[in-house]
């Protein structure tokens, strides 16, 4: 999996929302921007670099400036989600879910409280009187909001597997005391 770490403050081009009067397919193409889509009604069939994927609701993926992306099957009439697209100056790509850093592709538990957030932000964006600084704030809490996703996520599974270790040593802790109480027993017989 592909973790993306913003060494700087994001700079919304645009968002909005998108449904499907009729099933659709997303056009193939290289675009200087990252675009972030929350589906709501899916499956959204998509592919970044030949990488395939079939997102469904509250799954999101952030798509990579200088990348070929696009639709690789037809999603269904009603398929919705919603996308923002924005650029940051610095940025790295990492392997791991270090400190600061969001994964590409989230499937989140709870989306309802993201899809909330980019309501606002197309609020801001649809209202005169919000700067161009709202709309970046309002995507910095997005981003900020899948970061902690990211480390929330990271840490589950950190924890699963530490309980999976811990459970196999102990496993074989009682076994090996096991055979060692046998050996005693025979001994002394």
Same mark, same amino acid.
């Given at each position: 999996? @592909? ?7 994001? /700079? ?10 009729? /099933? ?23 592919? @970044? ?29 009603? /398929? ?45 964006? @649809? ?21 902690? @996703? ?40």
């Amino acid at each position: 999996m @592909e973790y993306i770490k913003f060494l700087a403050k994001p /700079t919304v081009q645009n968002g909005g929302l998108f449904t499907a009067s009729k /099933t659709w397919i997303h056009s193939t193409r290289i675009i200087d921007s990252f675009e972030l889509i929350l589906v709501r009604q899916g499956p959204v069939h998509l592919q @970044e670099n030949g990488q395939r994927y079939s997102l469904k609701t509250g799954e999101t993926i952030i798509l990579l400036p200088g990348r070929t992306h696009g639709g690789w099957q037809e999603s269904p009439q009603g /398929t919705s989600f919603f996308w923002l697209h924005f650029l940051v100056e610095k940025w790295q790509l990492t392997a791991s879910p270090q400190p600061g850093a969001i994964a590409a592709h989230l499937v989140l538990a709870r989306w309802e409280p993201l899809a909330a957030l980019f309501r606002q932000f197309l609020h801001r964006q @649809e209202t005169a009187g919000y700067s161009r600084w709202a709309l970046n704030a309002s995507a910095e809490v997005i981003l900020t909001e899948l970061e902690a @996703e990211t480390q929330r996520l990271a840490f589950v599974e950190d924890n699963y597997w530490a309980a999976k270790v811990t459970s196999l040593i102990r496993a074989k802790y009682v076994l090996i005391c096991t055979i060692i109480q046998k050996h005693r027993l025979s001994f002394h017989s």
